[in-house]
């Protein structure tokens, strides 16, 4: 992927995003992806998203791919490598 052109978003709650996180990640919580759909959309695709084990992080992702955004799951937050 093009670092440059990624967006990572943390789907993990504000308390867990606030102990550590992927430098230049946004924080918007799977309870509030689907609220925010058209402000994902107008952020630089592809987006990866992430969370603690992958799993919230794969809800958010088929719930965004369903409204057409290109985006990746990438699972654990540790794991996230922006220039992968």
Do not use: Y
């Amino acid at each position: 992927m093009n670092q440059e052109g990624t967006t990572i978003i943390d789907v993990r709650t504000p308390g867990e995003f606030s102990l550590g996180n992927v430098p230049g990640s946004i924080n918007i919580p799977l309870q509030q992806i689907h609220l925010k759909v058209d402000e994902i959309r107008s952020m630089k695709q592809p987006i990866v998203l992430c969370c603690a084990s992958g799993n919230r992080s794969g809800q958010a992702t088929v719930l965004l791919a369903s409204h057409g955004i290109a985006c990746r799951n990438g699972g654990s937050w540790w794991a996230v490598d922006p220039n992968s």
